[in-house]
């Protein structure tokens, strides 16, 4: 049996030990977006992150992703 009520997207899981699903989720999402950081900064001959930052949010969001932030994420948790 899951140890944890799942919540679906968008649904808020505030002070309950629920949402973890949709977060592991979501950070696989800004692995992604790391990834893609990464490449650029790698052209860019920049420094790049080493995890997620908020250069990748920043990214995340302005890929379209804009419901991946960390005021949003804390909801999840």
Known sequence: EHPFMVTEPGELARGKKNG???LFDLYEQCGKFLSEVQQ???????TCPTKVTN???RHAKYSGASYINKPKMRHYV
């Not at 650029?40 to 920049?46: C, D, P």
Request: glycine share 8%; no cysteine.
């Open 20 to 22: 973890l699903d949709y």
């Open 40 to 46: 650029i900064a790698k052209e860019r001959g920049e």
């Open 55 to 57: 250069q990748v949010f």
